[in-house]
């Protein structure tokens, strides 16, 4: 069928899978360019299907050789109906994968459970004996809690007694307006810690272990995001940032447990970029829109590909110490986070109205990236031909 996108709100709901493989292809031909890193061979990505998870597994794969097991959340596809592009970009990797003859399996379901968690334990027993790297790149509104059936709703609210506003942009419209936001209660901090936080990674982490499956020396790495003062009240300070204040303790927690086997458990703060997730909060659009104009002029802009690139060929494997900031923390948000970047973008900031935005900041860009998330406006992609929509996941367990 011919695939067009269809836009509700902030999501999209098709995908296109030509797009998708585009994609993936380009990401693994990024990898590859810039050679070999001595990195892991056996590894876990817990939602590898897009953005920074996906990143960290084509890395693994095409940058150090390794056999991937990936696990996530996907909509498969239906007669006349799109799967969601994480289906697709699985698709594509595994395709790619055993043309290169990489082991690569997936498993698709909730990676707060039981259940996927002991598929997924019995998948590495079975195929890999151990793995010697886990990411864990989830994202999601909600969790149900293994253990006591609970279902968490995560907000993204700002915390303290007064209303929050600031600018922000529909980035369809390229409209600027004024958004006012109630902060949140006790009750939405706590939802959304629990959805955000750093409990299921150490639920994950404990029964990799428990079960002698985490190898030697085995690294877990999970990601964060600090990011500039006018996102503090709806990011950093608000009920996200608990929840990644917490994500931040808990790899030291994860640490402590892993010594008898010399393990450890980092957080890698990386660049705000264009995902389904942060098109979703307020002010962010608008925030990356001026960054990306001016780490472009600069000449150091990057995507999720170019971020974990570099996370693994000059952090976690450069062959020296893992370089971390006084909390801990990898960073890779260096570039975006950098003096000269912030101070242009914060003036930018005070400057942009509707008919400023189109000059000062990279509307089309966001724009790009937003439908390059589902495979659209992707270059060299035929998107007139008639395409199946059937696609199947060659090593779906
Ligand atoms: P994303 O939405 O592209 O990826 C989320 C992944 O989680 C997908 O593979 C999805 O299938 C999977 N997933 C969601 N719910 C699941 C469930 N219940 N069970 C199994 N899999 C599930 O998100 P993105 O942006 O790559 O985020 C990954 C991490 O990176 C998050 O912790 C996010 O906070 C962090 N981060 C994101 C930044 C950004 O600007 N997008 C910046 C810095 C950090
Ligand atoms: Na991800």
């Given at each position: 069928m011919i695939i067009e996108p269809r836009m509700r709100g902030f999501i999209c709901l098709t995908a296109h899978p030509t797009g998708c493989e585009q994609n993936v292809i380009n990401q693994i031909e990024y990898v590859k360019s810039k050679g070999t890193i001595e990195g892991p061979k056996k590894v876990l990505v817990i939602g590898?299907?897009?953005g920074f998870g996906l990143a960290s597994r084509i890395t693994s794969a095409f940058g150090s050789g390794a056999a991937t097991i990936g696990v996530f959340f996907e909509k498969p596809p239906a007669p006349g109906k799109t799967a969601s592009p994480g289906w697709y970009n699985t698709a594509a990797f595994e395709k790619q994968a055993i043309k290169a003859g990489l082991y690569a399996k997936s498993i698709n379901g909730d990676a707060f459970s039981d259940e996927i968690k002991q598929k997924t334990l019995e998948l590495i027993k079975k195929d890999l004996g151990q793995v010697d790297l886990v990411i864990y790149s989830l994202a999601s509104p909600k969790r149900t809690h293994p253990k006591t059936g609970v279902v968490y709703s995560s907000v993204l609210k700002p915390i303290g007694d007064s209303i929050f506003s600031n600018k922000t942009v529909d980035f369809h419209t390229g409209i600027v307006s004024e958004v006012s936001i109630v902060p949140a209660n006790e009750e939405e901090i706590e939802n959304t810690v629990a959805v955000m936080g750093g409990e299921d990674w150490e639920m994950w982490i404990n029964e990799l272990k428990e079960a002698g499956l985490l190898a030697e020396g085995a690294e877990t790495v999970a990601y964060s995001y600090i990011g500039p003062a006018v996102t503090e009240p709806v990011y950093r300070k608000g009920t996200i940032g608990r929840a990644k204040d917490h994500l931040e303790s808990t790899a030291f927690s994860i640490t402590n447990s892993l010594k008898d086997i010399g393990g450890k458990a980092f957080v890698s703060v990386n660049k705000a970029l264009v995902t389904q997730a942060s098109s979703?909060?307020?002010v962010i659009p608008l925030y990356i829109s001026l960054l990306y104009k001016v780490m472009k002029q600069k000449g150091i802009h990057e995507g999720c590909i170019e971020q974990i690139q570099r996370l693994f060929s000059e952090r976690l494997y450069s062959g020296n110490e893992i370089p971390v900031d006084p909390e801990g923390r990898i960073r890779i948000d260096d570039w975006e986070m950098r003096d000269d970047v912030q101070t242009e973008v914060a003036r930018l900031w005070a400057e942009a109205t509707d008919e400023s935005l189109p000059l000062i900041g990279d509307l089309p860009g966001y724009k790009r990236d937003f439908l390059n998330l589902f495979g659209f406006d992707v270059a060299g992609v035929d998107y007139g031909k008639d395409t199946d929509e059937m696609v199947e996941i060659p090593g779906l367990v």
């Open positions: 590898a299907s897009t979703a909060i307020p």
